[in-house]
């Protein structure tokens, strides 16, 4: 497949080439279940492979550090215009290297030091820029935390569902500036509407990370936030199926803050290479297919979790609304670990991350919790049935996880499940 017009130059590198061929033969070959992962499209690609490269572009369109820019001022605006359409947005930030630089740049507008902050805990689904211990962003703001109902395994009114009641206890205690919606390990709709109306009550303001959704709500399969929040933040690269990358919406009353913030606050030049991805990107999520696409991911997580449970793993919250499934694998198996379990799975051909489960007892390095996603498997043209399959190869090889042979075997069969779901396939034959 080319990406670019230079694609050949790089057969001058034997090394890089050797190994870009190796992950190439590990991406087509093994199942990639990483919630924050997908498969990018050529042409996404070959935006990011582009001679933007070159490019300093400090500032904003038509309020530049450097001259040149008279054509990436096009493709950002671009890329802006694209984005805000998309969601229905007032504005558009398109400069985030990452999703964490998203959030912390949004702290940075919208916060002063030692503000009080209301977000999701880590281990209950949160994200380290949620206020972790482990995160710059808990040395500069007083984080509180809310988490998740307790563990109810009866269907009709299952736990381990964001606990509003403590939201918003939590905000009359704390009175936050900001309370943060949004998670990296939750598997339910976040209602925007009841996180507004919290926000409301306490007169603080509203943030929706949403990293993992972002393609979902593009795709009108999540509740768009933004009608809700003041800002909302979110990566590129996950159910949006774009660039490594992230991005910042906000109502008009918070842009100039926000794009101060990004630049010089948080960066320097940006990547805008990275930015006509986004722009490729967006374009592509407008798009119909891709309306079906996110509707194909739910259908295929929520067959996934159904699957799962068959085998005997513990789907936390009791299902999936999204693209993932965190799965509680002590009911599955006392003794195995998420990273036993992760490790195992690897050798198998199928990729994942291990994940605590809310009140884990074993660290976060250890986990008791296994996550899962959809996203990238579905844009590889998997369904409902694959993933059944996939949930009983998972159980299998698990369960006879000291016998090589087993291993061997699921890593087969995982190779030749691959072999008829190349995301590349109609691109390169
Ligand atoms: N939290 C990571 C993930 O969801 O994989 C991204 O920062």
């Given at each position: 497949?080319?990406?670019?017009?230079?694609?050949?130059?790089?057969?001058?590198?034997?090394?890089?080439?050797?190994?870009?061929?190796?992950?190439?033969?590990?991406?087509?070959?093994?199942?990639?279940?990483?919630?924050?992962?997908?498969?990018?499209?050529?042409?996404?690609?070959?935006?990011?492979?582009?001679?933007?490269?070159?490019?300093?572009?400090?500032?904003?369109?038509?309020?530049?550090?450097?001259?040149?820019?008279?054509?990436?001022?096009?493709?950002?605006?671009?890329?802006?215009?694209?984005?805000?359409?998309?969601?229905?947005?007032?504005?558009?930030?398109?400069?985030?290297?990452?999703?964490?630089?998203?959030?912390?740049?949004?702290?940075?507008?919208?916060?002063?030091?030692?503000?009080?902050?209301?977000?999701?805990?880590?281990?209950?689904?949160?994200?380290?820029?949620?206020?972790?211990?482990?995160?710059?962003?808990?040395?500069?703001?007083?984080?509180?935390?809310?988490?998740?109902?307790?563990?109810?395994?009866?269907?009709?009114?299952?736990?381990?569902?964001?606990?509003?009641?403590?939201?918003?206890?939590?905000?009359?205690?704390?009175?936050?500036?900001?309370?943060?919606?949004?998670?990296?390990?939750?598997?339910?709709?976040?209602?925007?509407?009841?996180?507004?109306?919290?926000?409301?009550?306490?007169?603080?303001?509203?943030?929706?990370?949403?990293?993992?959704?972002?393609?979902?709500?593009?795709?009108?399969?999540?509740?768009?936030?933004?009608?809700?929040?003041?800002?909302?933040?979110?990566?590129?690269?996950?159910?949006?199926?774009?660039?490594?990358?992230?991005?910042?919406?906000?109502?008009?009353?918070?842009?100039?803050?926000?794009?101060?913030?990004?630049?010089?606050?948080?960066?320097?030049g940006p990547l805008e290479h990275v930015v006509a991805a986004k722009a490729v990107a967006f374009k592509e999520a407008a798009q119909p297919a891709f309306a079906r696409y996110t509707a194909q991911i739910v259908a295929n997580a929520r067959a996934f979790a159904t699957a799962l449970a068959n085998e005997g793993f513990r789907p936390v919250s009791g299902g999936t609304d999204n693209h993932m499934v965190i799965a509680d694998l002590r009911d599955f198996d006392a003794e195995l670990t998420g990273k036993v379990a992760q490790e195992?799975?690897?050798?198998?051909?199928?990729?994942?991350?291990?994940?605590?489960?809310?009140?884990?007892?074993?660290?976060?390095?250890?986990?008791?919790?296994?996550?899962?996603?959809?996203?990238?498997?579905?844009?590889?043209?998997?369904?409902?049935?694959?993933?059944?399959?996939?949930?009983?190869?998972?159980?299998?090889?698990?369960?006879?996880?000291?016998?090589?042979?087993?291993?061997?075997?699921?890593?087969?069969?995982?190779?030749?499940?691959?072999?008829?779901?190349?995301?590349?396939?109609?691109?390169?034959?």
């Open positions: 497949m080319s990406a670019s017009p230079f694609d050949d130059f790089i057969r001058d590198d034997a090394e890089v080439v050797e190994l870009l061929g190796r992950e190439w033969a590990r991406q087509t070959s093994t199942l990639q279940l990483i919630a924050s992962e997908n498969f990018a499209s050529p042409a996404v690609m070959a935006a990011t492979g582009s001679i933007l490269t070159n490019k300093y572009a400090e500032g904003y369109p038509g309020r530049r550090y450097y001259g040149g820019n008279q054509v990436v001022d096009e493709i950002e605006d671009l890329a802006r215009r694209r984005l805000t359409a998309l969601f229905g947005a007032d504005h558009a930030n398109v400069q985030p290297h990452s999703g964490a630089n998203a959030n912390v740049a949004v702290y940075q507008a919208l916060l002063n030091p030692g503000d009080t902050v209301l977000a999701m805990r880590l281990d209950q689904g949160g994200h380290l820029t949620h206020g972790s211990p482990a995160s710059i962003t808990s040395k500069f703001w007083n984080f509180v935390s809310y988490g998740v109902t307790p563990r109810n395994d009866d269907p009709a009114s299952p736990g381990e569902h964001i606990d509003f009641e403590n939201v918003r206890a939590l905000a009359l205690e704390h009175r936050p500036t900001l309370i943060v919606a949004g998670a990296t390990a939750y598997s339910r709709f976040i209602d925007p509407a009841a996180f507004r109306e919290i926000a409301d009550e306490v007169g603080a303001l509203l943030m929706f990370d949403s990293a993992h959704v972002a393609g979902l709500i593009a795709g009108g399969s999540h509740p768009n936030p933004v009608p809700y929040a003041d800002v909302v933040t979110f990566t590129t690269h996950k159910t949006l199926r774009g660039p490594r990358g992230g991005a910042i919406l906000c109502r008009e009353e918070h842009a100039k803050k926000v794009d101060s913030a990004v630049f010089p606050g948080q960066q320097g195992v799975l690897d050798r198998a051909g199928i990729t994942t991350n291990r994940n605590q489960i809310p009140d884990d007892p074993r660290s976060p390095f250890i986990t008791s919790g296994l996550r899962v996603g959809t996203a990238a498997e579905t844009t590889a043209g998997m369904g409902e049935g694959e993933f059944a399959q996939i949930a009983a190869l998972m159980a299998r090889v698990l369960r006879h996880r000291d016998d090589e042979n087993v291993i061997e075997d699921v890593r087969a069969q995982v190779a030749t499940l691959c072999a008829g779901f190349n995301p590349y396939a109609r691109f390169t034959s």
